[in-house]
T-cell receptor
Framework: EPEVTQTPSHQVTQMGQEVILRCVPI?????FYWYRQILGQKVEFLVS????????KSEIFDDQFSVERPDGSNFTLKIRSTKLEDSAMYFC?????????????FGPGTRLTVL | GDSVTQMEGPVTLSEEAFLTINCTYT??????LFWYVQYPGEGLQLLLK?????DKGSNKGFEATYRKETTSFHLEKGSVQVSDSAVYFC?????????????FGKGTLLTVNP
């Protein structure tokens, strides 16, 4: 069964450093998302991406964040200058017309720890 | 804006007990409703969904019915197992357009004891 994959599973970085979180969505999907979950809290929407552009972003997704789909298979989230409060689990998700665009499939997540 | 409210956890049950986790929503339109499950140390997995009023989603013995009149989507299971121990998230989204972002509730931790 196709699945969303994410790398790395755990990333530790120093405050102020840039990080890139990588995702490979399900191959025929058209809609891509990033969410985050701070430990013990609810899952929060960050950004959605469709047709090679951002379709919506939350107030969390400020100028320090960016997304790219560089090669038609990968979907990346970059944080330019990490802050302590960026420590969280980051989930990538995708959805597509086959299963219904409103049904999202999540990756296993990348745990980001900012020291 | 849209929001999802779930019953506060944690919920602790004995094996074979009946489970209900309440979920209500506030929405400006007619959303699709979902339950996602997160097992310890893992990501989110879709458990079930319903896309319109009176639809019943079901999977792995879990059920939830989309009630427009009470804006609710309560999760039920007749007989829980230890393996059902996880965090359960209720969520909504809208169909159509170029964005199907999910709005989640806070999650309910379920622990099932043998």
């Amino acid at each position: 069964e196709p699945e969303v994959t994410q790398t790395p599973s755990h990333q530790v970085t120093q405050m102020g450093q840039e990080v890139i979180l990588r995702c490979v969505p399900i191959s025929n999907h058209l809609y891509f998302y990033w969410y985050r979950q701070i430990l013990g809290q609810k899952v929060e929407f960050l950004v959605s991406f469709y047709n090679n552009e951002i379709s919506e972003k939350s107030e969390i997704f400020d100028d320090q964040f960016s997304v790219e789909r560089p090669d038609g298979s990968n979907f990346t989230l970059k944080i330019r200058s990490t802050k302590l409060e960026d420590s969280a689990m980051y989930f990538c998700a995708s959805s597509g017309t086959r299963a219904g665009a409103d049904t999202q499939y999540f990756g296993p997540g990348t745990r980001l720890t900012v020291l | 804006g849209d929001s999802v409210t779930q019953m506060e956890g944690p919920v602790t049950l004995s094996e074979e007990a009946f489970l209900t986790i309440n979920c209500t929503y506030t929405a400006t339109g007619y959303p699709s409703l979902f339950w996602y499950v997160q097992y310890p140390g893992e990501g989110l997995q879709l458990l079930l969904k319903a896309t319109k009023a009176d639809d019943k989603g079901s999977n792995k013995g879990f059920e939830a019915t989309y009630r427009k009149e009470t804006t609710s989507f309560h999760l039920e299971k007749g007989s829980v197992q230890v393996s059902d121990s996880a965090v359960y998230f209720c969520a909504l989204t809208y169909s159509g357009g170029s964005n199907y972002k999910l709005t989640f509730g806070k999650g309910t931790l379920l622990t099932v004891n043998p």
